[in-house]
């Protein structure tokens, strides 16, 4: 084995990898990293001087594999079989990659920031910048709905199950708990495809045991 994904269960980005991961049953070692333990935190570190996981570490080629969008794409070429998260089809991939970037940039990071903001002690905390992110998810929601209703596709960027819906996955499912769906039935429907694909299922199934450290309050209907 030489495949190693150093993550954590609870955390959203380290899920959108471990999707890929599940999807195709492909073997590796999973290193859990507590970054509230400075000498694992320095390891990490060590590996990727950004601190953020996951990283992926492929020892038989001596790789370093940084970001979740990375490391679902490097699945794809050292562990290439069906089905692949980014097409062969370069318009099919840009679409899959925007997809991808939209998740991220104006659902992923914005819930990050509000989860992020509750950890901060009383007097440090940015309740505009939380707003704006709030607002911000809510806007994507909006788009979101829209683009599902128009292609009519069950998965972010077609008929397939790609890195697109890797990333939607934690994002939706931490996203829906800092700001509701709210009623987009197109959302709301998406979200029950994505919790109900195996591969997601396994990931809540692992994070579940840490739910506990989570700083904000889960949905009833996470229960
Ligand atoms: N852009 C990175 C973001 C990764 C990220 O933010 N990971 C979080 C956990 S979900 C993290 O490592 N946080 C630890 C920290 O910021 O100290 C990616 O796409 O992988």
Redesign the pocket.
């Known amino acids: 084995m030489t495949l190693k994904l150093y993550y ?1 269960p609870l ?4 899920q ?1 990898a471990l999707i890929a991961f599940y999807e195709r049953d492909v073997p590796f070692e999973g290193v859990i990293v507590d ?1 509230g333990d400075p000498a694992q935190r320095a390891a990490l570190e060590a590996l990727w001087p950004i ?4 990283v992926l570490g492929d020892e038989e080629k001596g790789v370093t594999v ?4 990375l490391v679902v794409e490097y699945l794809d070429r050292a562990r290439p079989g069906p089905p692949p998260m980014i097409p062969a089809d370069a318009d099919a991939a840009l679409q899959v990659r925007l997809w991808d970037r939209l998740i ?1 940039n104006y659902i992923h990071l914005p819930m ?1 920031k509000v989860v992020g903001d509750s950890l901060r002690p009383e007097g440090s905390k940015d309740p505009h910048g939380v707003a704006e992110a709030k607002a911000q998810i809510a806007r994507s929601w909006t788009i979101l709905d829209a683009h599902l209703a128009k292609s009519g596709a069950d998965w972010a960027a077609g008929k397939a199950f790609t890195l697109a819906d890797c990333a939607a996955a934690p994002a939706l499912f931490y996203g829906n708990v800092v700001r509701p769906f709210d009623g987009h039935a197109q959302v709301e429907a998406y979200f029950d495809r994505l919790i109900d694909r195996p591969s997601f299922a396994r990931c809540i199934e692992e994070a579940r045991p840490y739910w506990k450290f989570f700083p904000l309050e889960w949905p009833e209907s996470y229960l």
């Not at 601190?51 to 996951?54: A, L, M, S, Y």
Request: aromatic letters at 12%; hydrophobic letters at 25%.
């Open positions: 954590h955390s959203s980005f380290c959108k970054l601190g953020k996981f996951p940084p970001e979740a969008s991220d990050q």
